[in-house]
């Protein structure tokens, strides 16, 4: 239709004879070609248009979702908890030394001093922490701050102390945690803060490797920082842990050179000590608790060791004394076993049982050079924790014990741990 249009046009305007209709072909095929031409481009003009628009709006909603990420990060990476706590205590024997808190102190608990009741509260033991995820973008970048007021032995009086302070990177940590010789695996819930005798919560300031070789099975070995008593190279640590729905099994171990200064030079010993831990479930609501430890020559790593001074280069100890001939370094040693047991009454109550013994090598040359230091510790105590309501603990704890010197000195404990806590 369109050529017989263009030809009677052609031929109305011009006024030729039949004799150019091959001429006027020609035009009519290239006005086609032209018009397909224009529409072709006019196509790709198009393509070229929405793809544009497209490429816009792909990069518009990636800066947008770029903006909202880094707005948000701070808020989305950081977890905040803590916990508010006021603990009590009330001293019905042996007061401890210079009157500082009534938390388990049994390892310094005067012999001599006279007898009488005490009473002491304090919100030391409150806290408050951080967990930071995905630093630098990177989801195998995660660090914890968390600090409490537990200065001076409790004390406080609103110093920060800090209880964790790392960066774990995929299977290594750098900074302040447990240390591997501590027990928090397989240790009994306590009401006293300090935790029962035989019980480790160290913190010291490391760096840790990991090895997970499966979901039962890890360990974990790290160079600590033990104390100023100790060499210029840090403890080597090590903690096996086994673990599955009922029973968690925990092998430990440390070795660091000990170091004393004397008449301008120093007198090295090696320290060693292993650890051995367990939880079994006998059902979902109770439980068995297990530690042991045997030490030689260190008073950091497990709580209630502490005798004499701990400053650097000190002549005695807990963990050594110097010989009369300033030669050698007198090792103190020591086994202490603690057991539990834990029972679940419902989702509001719940108790606790534990018995504990230090008792320290009577025979060696250490215990000979320092009569007047401890000979054996026990304790034995028993507690009940209450929560009328998520997150809020209120908990009664009594203890019985008793600590022995050398030369056969005797205090006794009987003291009852009170605690109101709430957790964010």
Not at 94 to 110: E, F, L, W
Not at 126 to 131: A, E, H, L, N, T
Request: proline share 1%.
């Amino acid at each position: 239709m369109k050529k017989l249009i263009l030809a009677a046009a052609c031929a109305a305007v011009t006024g030729t004879s039949f004799a150019e209709t091959s001429t006027t072909e020609q035009r009519i095929n290239l006005l086609e070609a032209e018009l397909q031409r224009l529409k072709q481009e006019v196509s790709a003009q198009k393509n070229t248009n929405i793809q544009l628009v497209q490429q816009q709006e792909q990069f518009n909603t990636e800066l947008k979702s770029a903006a909202q990420k880094n707005s948000g990060s701070w808020t989305d990476n950081v977890d905040v908890y803590g916990i508010l706590r006021l603990d009590g205590a009330i001293d019905f024997k042996d007061t401890t030394a210079a009157r500082s808190r009534t938390s388990n102190q049994i390892n310094k608990v005067p012999f001599d001093a006279a007898q009488g009741k005490r009473s002491d509260f304090t919100i030391a033991a409150s806290r408050i922490g951080f967990d930071i995820k995905n630093l630098a973008g990177r989801e195998d970048v995660k660090a914890k701050l968390e600090a409490d007021f537990w200065v001076d032995n409790g004390k406080g009086d609103g110093k920060l102390r800090i209880r964790h302070a790392y960066v774990n990177f995929d299977d290594w940590l750098f900074g302040q945690t447990w240390s591997l010789m501590s027990n928090m695996e397989t240790m009994t819930e306590s009401i006293d803060y300090t935790q029962f005798l035989g019980v480790s919560t160290t913190r010291l300031p490391q760096v840790r490797r990991d090895f997970n070789f499966n979901a039962a099975n890890k360990l974990q070995l790290a160079l600590e920082y033990a104390s100023d008593r100790t060499s210029e190279l840090p403890a080597l640590t090590a903690k096996y842990i086994y673990k599955n729905q009922a029973v968690l099994l925990m092998g430990q171990g440390f070795i660091n050179e000990k170091r004393a200064e004397v008449d301008n030079r120093d007198i090295d010993k090696l320290s060693w000590g292993v650890g051995l831990g367990a939880r079994y479930k006998i059902t979902p609501k109770q439980s068995v608790q297990a530690n042991y430890y045997h030490v030689k020559g260190d008073q950091k790593f497990v709580s209630y060791t502490t005798q004499g001074s701990s400053s650097d280069g000190a002549a005695m100890g807990g963990d050594y004394s110097v010989d009369l001939n300033n030669n050698s370094l007198l090792q103190n040693e020591f086994d202490s076993l603690t057991l539990g047991y834990s029972h679940k009454f419902n989702d509001q109550w719940r108790g606790n049982i534990a018995t504990s013994l230090m008792k320290f090598e009577d025979d060696s040359a250490y215990a000979k050079a320092n009569i007047t230091n401890n000979k054996q510790l026990t304790d034995h105590a028993i507690n009940l924790i209450y929560t009328p309501r998520p997150y809020v603990d209120l908990g009664v704890e009594y203890h019985l014990g008793e600590r022995k010197s050398f030369e056969g000195k005797t205090a006794d404990i009987s003291r009852v741990n009170l605690s109101a806590q709430y957790k964010f």
